[in-house]
């Protein structure tokens, strides 16, 4: 049923398809985020694959010139529906097979080592916190960015930034 309000919100606010073929633009930022999400380059993979099956499934109507922001909620959204999804089915625990990242050509052990670590410290922060530094710190969004991605203000991602980075320097044992 339409109403006078849903009529002139439709009307006032323009709308555009968001393009399949520009997808590949954000793959980067994406994975990042993803990674600092599930906190395994294995898992962050297959949730970028997701997302981007998800989008691709039907046309998408944007409001905004914001990509990027829009595919950051549909990832979250797809992660946190398939965390839901997985914390209902019953595993088994494997605590003897540890996930091994790709080693970049060039790269020291040493900053692979450190690499691990700092992601393993983002992975354990409370969601809002996790939230922000990934859109920020690893998917590379502005204040403003990432404050529309995770529908929130400003100010809110900064301290949540704030805080979490503090955790993630706690966590890794550089605290005085």
Excluded: K, W
Aim: charged letters at 30%; glycine letters at 6%; aromatic letters at 6%.
């Amino acid at each position: 049923m339409l109403t006078a309000m849903s009529v002139l919100a439709t009307t006032e606010t323009p709308t555009r398809e968001l393009d399949p073929a520009r997808l590949g633009d954000h793959v980067d930022r994406l994975y990042r985020a993803a990674v600092g999400l599930c906190g395994s380059h294995a898992d962050a993979e297959d949730l970028v694959q997701e997302t981007f099956v998800s989008v691709l499934r039907r046309p998408r109507m944007l409001r905004s010139d914001d990509d990027v922001g829009y595919l950051l909620r549909v990832l979250r959204n797809t992660f946190y529906s398939r965390y839901r999804a997985e914390s209902r089915r019953p595993r088994a625990a494997d605590l003897e097979n540890h996930e091994e990242l790709p080693e970049r050509a060039g790269s020291a052990p040493e900053a692979v080592l450190a690499s691990r670590e700092v992601l393993s410290a983002v992975a354990g922060l409370p969601e809002p916190y996790r939230e922000a530094v990934a859109a920020v710190d690893l998917a590379g969004l502005s204040y403003r960015e990432a404050a529309s991605a995770l529908d929130t203000r400003e100010g809110t991602i900064m301290s949540r930034l704030h805080r979490g980075r503090a955790q993630v320097v706690e966590a890794l044992g550089y605290t005085s």
